[in-house]
């Protein structure tokens, strides 16, 4: 397993004034110490183009015309829906309010653990979710993560997205907005960038793992951006870690081929903005530039030995970039270069007034650096026993402060325009329209449009200006939310899929269903009394529970991506013959070899005798 340091498809002008002359930021090597090289090609040519006076011409883009970057509703595992909008200077609007945003950069360590960097165990995962339960009370909306890469560790693709979605379900539980990345620079075979598509494993190339990676990034609705590798302006030294065996000498041509190979994979297949952050000094000026050229948000790692050098860095260093706007910091941390070229780095030293500065000098966000790691407690906001330290207690005292909604700045209509009826279908899996499907879209709240009529159809004279909306549709009790934009595609579609449950005994034949329910709002009776019962639901995720011989299981499942929900008995055998009765919800006959639904039952005896004993599914059970 190799542990590294740690999208949408509408791209901004990156607003660039004149000519770099440097970047705020320098060389941390200590923090490389636990990064992993990826390697990396020469590619095509660049694009990005100098003017007859040296500055970077920015290439034009279309901004929506709502003037949002990323736009888009999000329903929590809970049932709460919240509409999150993020603007062109990179600040975020929940729910309608404007605010600056304080976030913690997650490691995926749990220092502790026998295998600190496996993220996916659940001794890891219960670790990460003390740290996670702490920043959402403390009011933290925002986590910057990277996708640890594991391949060659499972071997197959299945496992690996499984790893994934293991960590990314903890953001999502705790409602945290994530920018996620992934940092080939610190993995095996990204060398000088010789080649963008390099070979990771035997098998594996960078290509074929960002591909993978975007099936998992569209399953969470609450990843709104994508961080593609890391400072690349800091070439690494020989030694920065086991994988980089020599200097890395890459040049801007070099950059540019390697992420606009990478960033395409992202921006051809998944819903999220694209940013790379850059070191805040003035080294590398080109690497810089292409780098901006490429992205959405600009974004630059801080780290100042206080608020006032942090203030007047910043004062310079922004100008210099370009930057007229909002930008992000995904690194903000106490920091100075050692004599030796290694970084120190101390969390418990970083104030809130860090933060003040940055948002002071235009910044939309500001992470914090880092949440754990094994081998610098220094660098870690939490104690390894998933407590926060002192400092980020300090700092999440003011984070109601530090988070206060902004003024809403509206972004001028250049065009009132209204369309033609809008239609709203909800069909099932088979695309036979369906009744009674209550939808609503989202303008300054929800409005009611009305019901689907007996051909899945409603239409609805549509009166507000052109752009994209959140719409969604309520169907058997569960809800389904979905944005599009109507100036381009006024017809709008729900589909339900169509959910099978089974029952199945220990040598998996079937067994009749009987009682089975699912959870939209209240629990509701699913399907018919038959061997299988189908339904049409809408795609997400549901409670399913079966009651069999007396007793009840539930489960958890996500219909959109696997349908057949399936429960299983366990037989039971009593081996002395003797057993009479079995609880529950009251004493029943016990027959030998009978079929029960997992649990811990209570068995009586002939003689009396009461046994506990826990049965287990697909499987012969062994009783007195």
Not at 348 to 370: C, K, Q, S
Not at 572 to 598: E, R
Request: net charge negative; glycine share 8%.
């Amino acid at each position: 397993m190799l542990n590294i340091y740690c999208n949408t498809g509408v791209k901004r002008p990156v607003r660039v004034a004149n000519k770099p002359v440097g970047y705020i930021g320098s060389s941390k090597s200590t923090k490389s110490v636990n990064k992993r090289s990826f390697h990396l090609v020469l590619c095509l040519c660049l694009l990005f183009v100098f003017s007859a006076s040296g500055a970077l011409v920015p290439r034009t883009v279309r901004a929506d015309d709502g003037g949002y970057l990323l736009d888009r509703l999000i329903e929590w595992p809970d049932g709460s829906t919240e509409h999150i909008q993020i603007d062109k200077d990179g600040f975020f609007h929940l729910d309608g309010q404007k605010k600056r945003l304080v976030g913690m950069v997650m490691s995926a360590c749990s220092p502790d653990s026998p295998h600190p960097w496996n993220f996916w165990e659940a001794e890891n995962l219960a670790y990460f979710d003390r740290q996670l339960t702490y920043l959402e009370s403390a009011g933290v909306r925002l986590i910057r993560a990277t996708f640890l890469y594991g391949y060659d560790h499972w071997r197959n693709e299945e496992g690996e997205a499984t790893a994934y979605k293991a960590y990314l379900d903890l953001f999502y539980k705790h409602k945290m907005l994530v920018i996620m990345g992934l940092h080939p620079k610190y993995i095996p075979g990204f060398g000088s960038l010789e080649t963008p598509d390099f070979e990771i494993s035997a098998g594996d190339t960078l290509g074929k793992w960002a591909v993978r990676l975007t099936a998992v990034v569209n399953l969470y609705p609450n990843i709104v951006a994508i961080n593609v590798d890391n400072e690349l302006d800091h070439k690494l030294k020989a030694g920065a870690n086991k994988y980089v065996t020599e200097d890395q000498t890459y040049t801007a041509a070099e950059v540019n081929a390697y992420l606009t190979f990478l960033i395409d994979i992202f921006r051809q297949k998944v819903n999220a903005l694209i940013t790379h952050n850059l070191m805040d000094n003035q080294v590398e000026p080109e690497i810089k530039r292409t780098c901006l050229n490429l992205i959405d948000i600009p974004s630059v790692d801080s780290y100042r030995v206080s608020p006032q050098s942090l203030d007047k860095n910043l004062a310079t260093y922004l100008p210099w970039l370009g930057v007229s706007g909002g930008w992000w910091c995904l690194e903000l941390g106490y920091g100075t270069e050692g004599i030796d070229g290694r970084w120190l780095v101390d969390i418990n030293r970083i104030t809130p007034e860090y933060i003040d500065v940055v948002f002071a000098h235009g910044g939309a966000i500001a992470m914090l650096w880092w949440a754990s790691h094994d081998l610098h407690p220094n660098w870690a906001y939490f104690d390894n026993s998933g407590n926060a330290k002192p400092s980020l207690i300090a700092i999440a005292q003011e984070i109601p402060r530090l988070q206060a909604p902004m003024e809403r700045v509206i972004p001028p209509v250049d065009q009132i325009a209204y369309i033609e009826p809008l239609t709203i279908k909800l069909t099932d899996s088979d695309g036979n329209g369906l009744s009674n499907g209550v939808i609503e879209y989202y303008s300054s709240g929800w409005k009611t449009i009305g019901n689907t009529s007996s051909n899945g159809e409603l239409v609805y004279n549509f009166s507000e200006k052109l752009g994209t909306y959140s719409f969604r549709c309520s169907y058997a009790g569960a809800t389904q939310s979905k944005s599009q934009n109507v100036a381009t595609n006024p017809v709008v579609v729900f589909q339900t899929a169509k959910v099978e449950m089974k029952l199945v005994d220990s040598a998996n034949n079937e067994l009749p269903v009987g009682d089975v329910q699912y959870y939209a709002g209240g629990w509701k009776t699913f399907g018919s009394d038959s061997t299988t019962a189908y339904m049409e639901l809408l795609p997400k995720a549901y409670s399913f529970r079966c009651s069999y011989a007396g007793a009840t299981q539930s489960k958890s499942q996500n219909v959109a991506t696997n349908p057949v929900v399936i429960f299983q008995t366990g037989s039971v055998h009593s081996d002395s013959g003797t057993c009479i009765n079995y609880y529950a919800g009251g004493w029943k006959s016990f027959s030998q070899d009978m079929q029960l639904l997992p649990g811990t039952y209570a068995f009586r005896l002939k003689d009396g005798t009461v046994h506990k004993n826990s049965i287990l599914a697909n499987t012969v059970n062994h009783i007195h």
